[in-house]
Each structure stands twice: as C-alpha cells, then as structure tokens.
C-alpha cells in the first residue's frame, strides 16, 4: 500500500561526471504526506545514485533508509499532534486532524468562534475523510448561525462514519426538530450506548416517551437488552407527571412483550421513589416491570415464582435466613401444593423468617395463609403473618374461624389507617423454640383482599 509520495514540484536532476569518467545523477525532491497535495513540506532530501545496474543494492538500500526515516518523522508528527491536545500551553494544532477537530470544540466552549472556524478548516484540509473534521466543522458554522452550510457539512460526517458524537446529536437534533421517530430511534440508541447524557438527549427521550409511536420505538429497543437499559429503568425514579406515565408506557409495553427487564435496577428505582416518599409509584413500577403475574396486594404470595426475585426488590420476599434459622422455597408437603416457604428454627424467640413492603391504601383488609407442619402433620400455629405500618407500627388484627373443612387455614381482618401508614412491612414469624430443638413448618398461600364495607 502506498503511504507517501513523492512530490514532482521540486524535483531536479543534474548530470556530472565522476571519477573514471563514470557518471552520476543526484535527484533532489521535497516530500510531503499523502494525499495533502503538497501543501505541507516536511523538509528536502537529497539521493545520489549511480546510473550503473552493478549497483542497484545501494540504490535500494538508499530507499528502504529515505521511507524508514519518513515513516518515523511522521510518526513523531502525530504524537506531538497529540500532545498538543494535552498541553495547556498549545492552543492550536500544528498538523490538523483529529487534534484540529478537538481544538474546534475547545474554541466553541471558550466562545471564540473565529479560532474555532479556523480550526476547523484546518482539520479539514489536513483529514477530510474523518467525520470528527466535518463536524467540527459543522459545529463552527453553527455558532455563526449558517445553518445551511453546516447542514451540509453533517452531511458529510454522517456519511463518512456515525460514531462522531457531533454528529449523532446534530441529527438526534433535527429528528426532535420534525418529531421523526424513525430519525430520532437509531441516533439515541447509539448516543445512550455511548453513556452521553446530556439536553439533547433527555428531549429526546421525552419526544418518544410522550407518543405512541415514540412508545413503541423505545419498547423494541428495551427488547433487545441494550447496555443503557438499567441506567433507563433507575433513570424513572427521578421523573414525575407527564415524564413518569410516559416512561412507565415505555416500560409496560416492553414488558408486556416479553423483554425480560433488569429488575435490579428497577427494585433500586422503586427504592428511591420509596425514599421520596412516592411508594404507590413505586408499587405501580416493580407491578409492570417485574411482577406483571403477581397479586395487586402482596407478590408471590403462593411462592410458585421460587427464589429467583426474592431480593431484588423492596415489594418481593427478603429472607431472613441466619445462624439458628433456615429459610428457603421447596415443594411443599400436602396438604400445601406446589411451592411453600419452609422455616426451621432453633431460635430461643419469635423471629422473623421474611419480609416484604406493600402499598396498601386506606381500608379493612382480609388477610389469610395457610400452614403444616414438617412432614404435613397438622398445621403449624407457631407461624404468623403480621403487618407494620412504616415498617414499625404494629396492625391490630381481628381473627376469623377458619372455613369448614380448612383446619390449616388461618383468617384475619385489619384496617390500615388513612395516617402515618403509606407503606406497610409484611412479616412472616416463627414462634421460638421452647426446647432450642429445631421446629420447622410450611407457610403458603398468604392473600389479602380489600373488604366492602356493608351499608
């Protein structure tokens, strides 16, 4: 491949006549870096070569040092073109390029749109075919409100490559501009795989969340588990109004779908909007996101999703497993079906074996589960379900005889208070072990369901 030409302007051959009258001719020539058209000499080199073919060696020897040494002095070039960038004493590019480019952009934020055009125009003689020149070039013609020049300038850029980030939020701009879907999907998927957070992006995202169309684009992206989707799922706990429905739209449909979501993130988002005091919008994200199947009032109550999201969010089961206490989910013994919650204790007091956070709202609630003990002999009485307001505030409950012929099923009522109670921990006890023997009993089927007051 070649890399260097040699430049014809200044060539000369002379002819002389040397020792035993054989003769020689010396070539003079300038060389210049490819493709720049001569406009930048790096200095003159001189070849002196014999006509004869007995000494082709040399002549060959003579090229191979000529490109060596070129191939070093530009290498030196595009370190020191670097360097400048780097150098809070350089304020300029000598070489052009890419540095050029980044001076242009260093220029903009200073205000100093003169040396950013010049810039610019430099990067641009010096490696046209680099999208970073044309845009920066594009960005210049911007600051000086020539709109027209620098459309055609991103033109250029977009052509050449759509890494340049430039590039990217100029379009990402102009498909916000004609609210165009189809523009503005491609550009933030690749500026949000890039880690760019910025104006441009944050309006974009509020263009597509705040239309159906816009919806549905989002939604395919979430679809193919792109890189940015857990920044995107936490990033909700920090909208509201418009912003907040329009995401969890975005959210919903994804998940409705298919997209298997990082509900990580999403209990992490939950727990911030918890925090700010917004727990029905929390509820309302881990329902569309994680627990779509789950019941409105407690998640996997019946323990058939197993442990895989037992702690990845505030409204799922947080074991409470330790020295003394064993808790996990197995098939349960009959009476129970499918998965139950088995807990063994050798604790010496009432303990708590799991717990998770709801949201419930003002009213009488019904509150019922179901239990056995080890080996289906009977229910287990030592296991309870209790309610806390905030966590702390202990629910009286009223108890209810059990249904006929469902001596295994505990019933309770309780009213949470329109007051001091916006969340509610759900507790699952295991009574102390008289004896310090281990005791271990099943608990399934845990439900609670509003109840209609009689008039």
């Given at each position: 491949m070649r890399l260097f030409r040699f430049v014809a302007s200044s060539w000369r051959h002379r002819y002389t006549r040397a020792h035993n009258g054989r003769r020689h001719r010396s070539c003079h020539f300038t060389l210049a870096e490819f493709g720049c058209s001569g406009r930048h000499?790096?200095?003159?080199?001189?070849?002196?070569?014999?006509?004869?073919?007995?000494?082709?060696?040399?002549?060959?020897?003579?090229?191979?040092?000529?490109?060596?040494?070129?191939?070093?002095?530009?290498?030196?070039?595009?370190?020191?073109?670097?360097?400048?960038?780097?150098?809070?004493?350089?304020?300029?590019?000598?070489?052009?390029?890419?540095?050029?480019?980044?001076?242009?952009?260093?220029?903009?934020?200073?205000?100093?749109?003169?040396?950013?055009?010049?810039?610019?125009?430099?990067?641009?003689?010096?490696?046209?075919?680099?999208?970073?020149?044309?845009?920066?070039?594009?960005?210049?013609?911007?600051?000086?409100?020539?709109?027209?020049?620098?459309?055609?300038?991103?033109?250029?850029?977009?052509?050449?490559?759509?890494?340049?980030?430039?590039?990217?939020?100029?379009?990402?701009?102009?498909?916000?501009?004609?609210?165009?879907?189809?523009?503005?999907?491609?550009?933030?998927?690749?500026?949000?795989?890039?880690?760019?957070?910025?104006?441009?992006?944050?309006?974009?995202?509020?263009?597509?969340?705040?239309?159906?169309?816009?919806?549905?684009?989002?939604?395919?992206?979430?679809?193919?588990?792109?890189?940015?989707?857990?920044?995107?799922?936490?990033g909700t706990s920090k909208l509201d109004g418009d912003d907040f429905d329009g995401r969890m739209a975005v959210i919903d449909l994804a998940a409705a779908k298919g997209a298997v979501l990082d509900c990580g993130a999403v209990g992490n988002a939950a727990n911030h909007l918890i925090t700010a005091g917004r727990v029905q919008a929390a509820k309302e994200l881990w329902r569309r996101a994680c627990d779509r199947a789950g019941d409105l009032y407690l998640s996997n109550g019946s323990f058939e999703a197993g442990p895989a999201k037992l702690s990845e969010g505030p409204f799922a089961w947080r074991l409470q497993a330790r020295a003394g206490l064993d808790v996990d989910i197995a098939s349960a013994p009959a009476p129970l079906e499918g998965y139950a919650l088995r807990i063994a204790s050798s604790m010496t007091v009432r303990t708590v074996a799991a717990r998770q956070l709801t949201a419930l709202r003002a009213g009488r609630y019904r509150l019922a589960w179901k239990t056995v003990r080890d080996g289906g002999n009977g229910p287990d009485d030592s296991i309870e379900v209790l309610i806390r307001c905030n966590g702390t505030n202990l629910l009286n409950m009223n108890k209810l005889p059990a249904p006929v012929g469902r001596a295994n099923q505990v019933i309770r009522t309780l009213i949470i208070p329109s007051q001091n109670c916006f969340i509610q921990a759900v507790d699952i006890q295991k009574g102390a072990s008289g004896s310090g023997n281990v005791q271990a009993g099943w608990i399934d089927d845990i439900q609670i369901s509003p109840l209609v007051d009689e008039k």
């Open positions: 000499r790096i200095g003159h080199f001189s070849v002196s070569y014999m006509t004869f073919a007995s000494v082709g060696a040399v002549i060959r020897v003579s090229v191979v040092t000529i490109v060596a040494l070129v191939l070093a002095v530009f290498c030196w070039m595009s370190g020191f073109d670097r360097m400048t960038a780097d150098s809070p004493r350089l304020q300029g590019s000598y070489f052009g390029g890419r540095t050029a480019a980044q001076f242009t952009f260093d220029n903009l934020a200073q205000k100093d749109f003169r040396s950013a055009f010049r810039q610019a125009q430099w990067a641009v003689r010096t490696d046209p075919l680099d999208p970073a020149s044309t845009s920066a070039l594009g960005s210049a013609l911007l600051a000086f409100g020539r709109a027209t020049p620098a459309y055609a300038a991103f033109t250029v850029a977009g052509g050449l490559g759509w890494r340049d980030i430039p590039t990217q939020l100029y379009w990402l701009t102009q498909g916000v501009a004609m609210a165009d879907v189809k523009v503005v999907k491609p550009r933030l998927d690749a500026l949000l795989r890039l880690d760019i957070d910025n104006d441009a992006v944050s309006n974009s995202l509020n263009l597509l969340e705040r239309t159906r169309a816009g919806q549905a684009a989002l939604a395919t992206l979430l679809m193919e588990d792109p890189p940015w989707e857990s920044r995107f799922l936490l």
